[in-house]
């Protein structure tokens, strides 16, 4: 599986972004999808995920209310909705998924390490 992360750009605070995470190989609908982040000099930050037919959406504190996260299986894409851009919100935003059919246990959706799949990543700058 390849996952393509597109969407980023430069934005004012208080702007909108639209990310996209287009996936290709394997059947979409068996990966549940994360988004995380990661600024200079952090570690990998977990934003938000959705199930796989999208019945479910988990956020993190910082993302909650301002982003939201979707999908569209059939067209094997996985969206993120950044809204009230903040500075602090710059990085990089990388999609992930882990795929239901490796049969790994009790995995932590904010876990980066329990994703199976990486995107390469799309910047993200948001100017005060």
């Known amino acids: 599986v390849q996952l393509q992360a597109c969407g980023g750009g430069l934005v004012q605070a208080g702007g909108s972004l639209r990310l996209s995470c287009v996936a290709s190989?394997?059947?979409?609908?068996?990966?549940?999808m994360g988004w995380f982040r990661q600024a200079p000099g952090t570690e990998r930050e977990f934003v938000a995920a959705i199930t796989f037919g999208g019945g479910r959406t988990y956020y993190a504190d910082s993302a909650s209310g301002r982003f939201s996260v979707s999908r569209d299986n059939a067209k094997r894409t996985a969206y993120l909705e950044m809204n009230s851009l903040k500075a602090e919100d710059t990085a990089i935003y990388l999609c992930a998924a882990w795929d239901r059919n490796r049969g790994k246990p009790d995995r932590n959706v904010e876990m980066a390490d329990d994703y199976d799949f990486w995107g390469q990543g799309t910047q993200v700058t948001v100017s005060s």
């Open positions: 190989g394997g059947t979409f609908h068996n990966y549940f």
